[in-house]
């Protein structure tokens, strides 16, 4: 069975604060995606990445960066935490279909 | 106009019930079709791929309408534990993107 992870189920952080969140999978998938969901909006694609080093902006890309050093960890960081950052964030990955997500991080920016 | 769109609902039926979600995703290119189901709270989790020809899993029946490019999904004999939101996603394969409909909630009632 897949396991996608993400580090943290409720995160808190203050405006400005530099934010990492942390995805690791476990089935050597080579696509691995960072979504934020708010009510009304669905899930929005941040940030997508296809292999190691290599990313791509997804829908809503601006506040955010992303790192993929090793193939099965997927980092999204928020530079500068601003509050309309306040949002669940979810990680997820697939080979050839469909998307397996993590648990979700339910991040509040003060 | 977005790529994947779906009525939020409610749709609030009784146990027992059959009730039908529609999809419409507006990009003819478009590959896969997924529905997931993300109860309150927590990460989307796939419920069945949508194939072509139609495919049924259980109380679960997905069809695809290329035509008129929507698809759906049937639920017969609803149970109190169906209630959930239903995301209808749909798949891009050669520029690897995935999108996503708001959700349709379901709420089934004793």
């Known amino acids: 069975d897949v396991k996608v992870t993400q580090s943290s189920r409720y995160l808190v952080k203050r405006t400005g604060e530099k934010v990492f969140l942390e995805c690791v999978q476990d089935m050597d998938h080579e696509n691995m995606f960072w979504y934020r969901q708010d009510p009304g909006l669905g899930l929005r694609l941040i940030y997508f990445?296809?292999?190691?080093?290599?990313?791509e902006k997804g829908d809503i890309p601006e506040g955010y960066s992303v790192s993929r050093e090793k193939k099965e960890r997927f980092s999204l960081i928020l530079e500068s935490a601003s509050t309309n950052q306040t949002s669940m964030y979810l990680c997820a990955s697939t080979n050839n279909q469909p998307q397996h997500f993590g648990d979700g991080t339910r991040l509040s920016i003060l | 106009r977005k790529e994947v769109e779906q009525d939020p609902g409610p749709f609030n039926v009784p146990e027992g019930a059959t009730v039908a979600f529609n999809c419409t995703y507006s990009n003819s290119a478009s590959q896969s079709f997924f529905w997931y189901r993300q109860d309150c709270r927590k990460e989307p989790k796939l419920l069945m791929s949508?194939?072509?020809s139609g495919n049924e899993d259980g109380r679960f029946t997905a069809q695809l309408n290329r035509a008129s490019q929507y698809i759906s999904l049937l639920i017969r004999d609803s149970k109190l534990s169906d209630s959930a939101t239903y995301l209808c996603?749909?798949?891009?394969?050669?520029?690897?993107?995935?999108?996503f409909g708001s959700g349709t909630k379901l709420n089934v009632k004793p």
């Open positions: 949508v194939y072509s």
């Open positions: 990445s296809y292999d190691v080093k290599m990313k």
């Open positions: 996603v749909v798949n891009l394969r050669n520029f690897n993107k995935f999108y």
